[in-house]
Each structure stands twice: as C-alpha cells, then as structure tokens.
C-alpha cells in the first residue's frame, strides 16, 4: 500500500486547465519535491492535498483513506507557506501553539510540545519575542514549529526559502533535512529551485504544465532524464543542447564534428536530433575521441571553478572548469560516455 496515492487528479480554474491526469504513488516516510517552473501548478497541487482547494476530477489518498471530501481539519495535514503566516500581535509561543489552542489540549501538554518544538528547531529563547523582533529565517523557523506541534501524518513545503537570502537559505535547507531525518516524517515540498530538490528529496517530481515529467531520486533524475526539459531543469549551470539537422546526418562525406559523434554512437537517424552535454562534463585535459577546438568567448570566475562561454554548431556551450585558463583557442574534449541523444519530439533516445 502506498502512503499517499493521487488518482487521475484534475484540476481547472475557469477554462483554464492546470492539471490533467496527475496520478502519482509515494512510499511513507519519504521526503518528496515537487520542482518544476513557476505557473506550472505546483501549489495548485499542494492546496487540493490540504484540502484548500476543490479536486475537479480524480482522487487523492492518504494510508488508503479519500481525502476528497475530508474538512481540511481533519486531514492530519500540516502546511507552510512561503509567507510563513504568523500573527504579528501574538509572540512565538502564541504562533507556535495556535494551531493546539483549538484542539482542546491541556495546556501543560502544549507548553511541553511547544518547547519540544522550540528545541528542535533551536528558537527556545525566542519563545516571548514578537515576529517583528525575528529574522526571516526565525520566522520560518516558527512556522515550521507550528506544523511540528500539531504532530501531522503529512508535511506540506510550499517553497518555504524562498524569501530568504542565499546564506540563510542555504542554513534553513540543511535544518530541514536533519529535521526530516529527526523526525522521519512524511514530507511533500514545493520549490523551483533544482538544488533544493537534489540536496532534499528521497525523490523528485519533475512538473511541467500540470503534467509529470519525471520521478526519481536526484541521481536518476541528473543521471538518466528522459527528455530535454528535465535534462535542462536540473544541474546548473544547465546541460548543454546542440540541434543537429537532418541534412547535416545524412551528409557522410561532412565529417563534422557531429557526424563523428554520430558514428560513435554507431545509430542511423533520419530526423533532426539533439545532443545533449553537462558543462562539467566537457573537459579540458581529459583526452578522449571527441576533441573540438574552440574560441573562447568569456570566462565567469565563480572562485572554485569558471564557467567557458563558447559557440558549437551556432549554439552557446558552456564548460565548467577548476583549470587556470591563458589561451583563447584550446582544446575540448566530450567524453563519449558523457553525451546524452534526443529525437526530434526532444525525448532521450537510449544507445
Ligand atoms: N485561484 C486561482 N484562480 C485562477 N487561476 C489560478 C488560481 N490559482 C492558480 N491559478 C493558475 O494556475 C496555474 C498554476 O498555479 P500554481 O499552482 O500557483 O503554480 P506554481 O505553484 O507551480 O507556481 C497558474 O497559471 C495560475 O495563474
Ligand atoms: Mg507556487
């Protein structure tokens, strides 16, 4: 039996259509993210599993019980938002406790699972301070809280990092991560950032457009993308993608550098292709049979490591390197091993 199950979910706001046909099994205990680009109806998604928002069509789930129809109170569902949703006139305790307040219980039992909570989340000494006298990252902080005391089966993110600054964000996301690991529970998180999703999740739903494209763990997900849109969303910066025509395949005696790959790959194709390479799969001392001169054309110094800006085919790559560079006209080398293929419809072709 899966944890939570989604059944042919969909969902419309007018005429227009947000998610279709969205079906999806997750095991218990799992940190789940839903990563794809904004508009893609992520948080549409979040909203209907508490219950926020009417399902249209489908079913959703939990440990084998409809949802559907359940008042989102009685759900065992806890969310935070991104905009951390405290009451400003009520100090941390208050905002901690609020959701306890309703349920009725004694209020030794509450003081005990607010200061639990507080403890776990490291913000004991802030439990009399007002949100105003709290950084952004305390305030999540609180909120999370909040969703901890109510001891939820389901956790829901809605992208809770994304008002905070890089530092802290970066901070919040390792907290988050040891809380899962604490904690065991069952999380769904919602973001568009692509590191968040490969340093958090167990496994990552790709969306796009209401749909899924893919589901896996991280490593699957960078590793093994069945098409061009999750091989560009994840890894950063984005995999390189070179269109290769037709004309320019079937031409043998243009013994171009695509040709060449193409021969590697020992396959016939009669339709436009795609190549696709990571930035920090292009080498620069690694030999191997695929070299290409190039010219380059700027260098961004990240520190650790630079990223090449050069053109291949009339398409801007970019190379990833920890190399102290002095030449503008050196060597690549594409590792065989390395190069991902895609058909015309831009989805994987496997050799
Ligand atoms: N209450 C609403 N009424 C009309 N359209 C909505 C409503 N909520 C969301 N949408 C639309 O649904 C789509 C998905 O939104 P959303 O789920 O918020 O995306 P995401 O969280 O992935 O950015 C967007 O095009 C958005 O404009
Ligand atoms: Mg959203």
Same mark, same amino acid.
């Given at each position: 039996?899966?944890?939570? !199950?989604?059944?042919?979910?969909? !969902?419309?706001?007018?005429?227009?259509? =947000?998610?279709?046909?969205?079906? $999806?099994? =997750?095991?218990?205990?799992?940190? %789940?993210?839903?990563?794809?680009?904004?508009?893609?109806?992520?948080?549409?998604?979040?909203?209907?599993?508490?219950?926020?928002?009417?399902?249209?069509?489908?079913?959703?789930?939990?440990?084998?019980?409809?949802?559907?129809?359940?008042?989102?109170?009685?759900?065992?569902?806890?969310?935070?938002?991104?905009? /951390?949703? $405290?009451?400003?006139?009520?100090?941390?305790? +208050?905002?901690?406790?609020?959701?306890?307040?309703? +349920?009725?219980?004694?209020?030794?039992?509450?003081?005990?699972?607010?200061?639990?909570?507080?403890?776990?989340?490291?913000?004991?000494?802030?439990?009399?301070?007002?949100? !105003?006298?709290?950084?952004?990252?305390?305030?999540?902080?609180?909120?999370?809280?909040?969703?901890?005391?109510?001891?939820?089966?389901?956790?829901?993110?809605?992208?809770?990092?994304?008002?905070?600054?890089?530092?802290?964000?970066?901070?919040?996301?390792?907290?988050?991560?040891?809380?899962?690991?604490?904690?065991?529970?069952?999380?769904?998180?919602?973001?568009?950032?692509?590191? &968040?999703?490969?340093? $958090?999740?167990?496994?990552?739903?790709?969306?796009? !457009?209401?749909?899924?494209?893919?589901?896996?763990?991280? &490593?699957?997900?960078?590793?093994?993308?069945?098409?061009?849109?999750?091989?560009?969303?994840?890894?950063?910066?984005?995999?390189?993608?070179?269109?290769?025509?037709? &004309?320019?395949? =079937?031409?043998?005696?243009?013994?171009?550098?695509?040709?060449? %790959?193409?021969?590697?790959?020992?396959?016939?194709?009669? +339709?436009?292709? /795609?190549?696709?390479?990571?930035?920090?799969?292009?080498?620069?001392?690694?030999?191997?049979?695929?070299? =290409?001169?190039?010219?380059? +054309?700027?260098?961004?110094?990240?520190?650790?490591?630079?990223?090449?800006?050069?053109?291949?085919?009339?398409?801007?790559?970019?190379?990833?390197?920890?190399?102290?560079?002095?030449?503008?006209?050196?060597?690549? /080398?594409?590792?065989?091993?390395?190069?991902?293929?895609?058909?015309?419809?831009?989805?994987?072709?496997?050799?």
């Amino acid at each position: 039996m899966s944890f939570l !199950k989604f059944e042919d979910i969909d !969902k419309s706001f007018g005429e227009s259509n =947000v998610i279709s046909k969205f079906s $999806l099994e =997750v095991e218990k205990g799992k940190f %789940i993210v839903l990563l794809g680009p904004s508009g893609c109806g992520k948080s549409t998604l979040l909203r209907m599993i508490a219950g926020l928002e009417k399902i249209d069509n489908g079913k959703i789930l939990l440990e084998n019980n409809l949802l559907n129809d359940l008042l989102p109170s009685k759900r065992q569902i806890a969310m935070v938002f991104q905009s /951390y949703a $405290l009451y400003p006139h009520m100090n941390v305790f +208050e905002n901690i406790s609020f959701g306890l307040m309703n +349920e009725k219980i004694k209020k030794d039992k509450i003081k005990e699972k607010v200061i639990e909570a507080a403890k776990i989340l490291k913000i004991k000494e802030l439990l009399d301070r007002k949100p !105003k006298e709290l950084s952004g990252g305390q305030r999540q902080r609180v909120a999370i809280g909040r969703a901890i005391t109510r001891n939820p089966k389901l956790f829901l993110f809605d992208e809770p990092l994304s008002n905070l600054d890089a530092a802290l964000r970066s901070e919040m996301r390792v907290e988050i991560s040891k809380l899962h690991k604490k904690l065991k529970s069952n999380i769904i998180y919602v973001t568009h950032d692509q590191v &968040e999703a490969m340093t $958090l999740a167990d496994k990552i739903v790709i969306m796009n !457009k209401g749909n899924i494209e893919q589901f896996g763990t991280p &490593e699957d997900i960078y590793n093994d993308p069945k098409n061009v849109f999750v091989a560009e969303f994840i890894g950063n910066p984005k995999m390189n993608i070179i269109k290769i025509k037709k &004309e320019d395949i =079937v031409n043998k005696n243009n013994l171009n550098l695509f040709n060449k %790959i193409i021969k590697f790959e020992n396959s016939n194709f009669d +339709e436009d292709i /795609y190549i696709g390479i990571r930035p920090e799969d292009i080498s620069l001392e690694n030999k191997s049979e695929i070299a =290409v001169k190039i010219t380059i +054309e700027l260098i961004e110094n990240l520190g650790s490591e630079k990223i090449i800006y050069t053109h291949l085919n009339g398409t801007e790559i970019r190379i990833k390197s920890t190399k102290n560079i002095k030449d503008k006209n050196i060597t690549i /080398y594409l590792p065989r091993n390395k190069l991902y293929l895609f058909d015309s419809k831009k989805n994987r072709i496997k050799t």
